[in-house]
């Protein structure tokens, strides 16, 4: 009888606020008991990057786009007001203040809730991500899979 | 029998063209008499602002903010086009000419159809934004009250 | 007694990137059956640009816009690492290694799938942007027959 509420986010953006905002209406959805999915495409990726540098093998282009986009969260920037990096860390000074949680602990957080986050893979291709790269336990897949989750969501956001 | 339908907006962003968008939107869903929310979040809650200095007691970061943030939705910046302001002044100045109204205009018209305002009291910590430096009659309200309204909205976007 | 899915998306961005992220999701939909409609607003009208100067009287500032603005889905710059233009041919030689289509092949496909392509009256005028600059076979509408879609979609999307 109880319909489960359903969500979708794609997240497309590599901003660290416009992400904060997917994952804290994710494990707010979530915490409503909600069926979560993220579908992480192009800039968005970024966010399941993992911070350290892995070694695997790429060409020219997926080196330079590899070395150019942030690595993991906690390195994005600023939708606005980034000035050069010092945005971020004002940012970062308030939440601490305030106990916000930081996009690193919110992605955890989603993990554990078990949002289904999902990498892009048409995506990890053109920028030459590799599954060794992003963080372990998400699912990978395309645009069909996203669209037969949202056909049946309740929310589905473009972020 | 007849269903009323129902929209939710969450405006993230703080550009003027991108809050026009969702407050054509919703002024066209009230005039179709749909229940109307948006919830402003971050950069969105600049839309909120009065356009005069209110003396509030702050904190430093939230007097840096307060500074480097518009006032009020006539201060906003385009998206694209800004030119360090020249952008904003051409289009109001083709809106006027077209009779298109001015943000500020659609944000009263939206309180007039009984449009539900919200602001994100998580982002207005963040951001050490009072209630007096936000307009009046609004509502006050975080992510829970926003996912309720959205579970049965037809059309929820993210702007 | 199987309900047809709708999708509906407002592409309002004016960037390469996320309008490709628009019409990717709009051909799958499309395949799955889906009736889908995009609506372009104030600088996603750039993607139904043709690609040659057109011959039309404009007033000054329509003649501004025209020229500052991208003519055509080809010339429009990335939302991230645009770099002046390099990241834009970055992303199309990758995008050709990887067998991914080009833009404009996005919106001819769609067009082929009758995905329906509708162009916000109220932008034309504002951006000074004539029938006769547009792609042709779209349509032409406002905010109204966006909601009158939006109000019975399953996906609804703002991008």
């Known amino acids: 009888m109880l319909e489960k509420g359903k969500t979708t986010i794609v997240l497309f953006s590599g901003d660290y606020d416009k992400a904060m905002a997917a994952y804290i209406i994710a494990n707010g959805a979530a915490a409503y008991d909600h069926e979560v999915t993220i579908f992480h495409t192009f800039w968005g990726l970024n966010a399941l990057r993992k911070n350290e540098k892995i070694d695997v093998k790429k060409g020219f282009m997926e080196k330079m ?14 939708s606005k007001m ?3 990096g010092i945005g971020p860390k004002m940012i970062k000074n308030v939440m601490k203040k305030h106990n916000v949680m930081s996009l690193p602990n919110l992605i955890e957080m989603a993990q554990e809730q078990e949002v289904k986050l999902v990498a892009c893979t048409m995506t990890m291709d053109l920028l030459g991500l590799q599954k060794e ?12 899979a996203y669209l ?3 056909k049946d969501g309740h929310v589905n956001l473009f972020i």
């Open 133 to 144: 790269e992003l963080l372990d336990d998400i699912d990978y897949a395309g645009v069909a």
């Open 148 to 150: 037969a989750d949202a």
């Open 82 to 84: 980034n000035f050069a």
């Open 65 to 78: 786009f590899g070395k150019m986009m942030p690595k993991g969260a906690d390195k994005m920037g600023l």
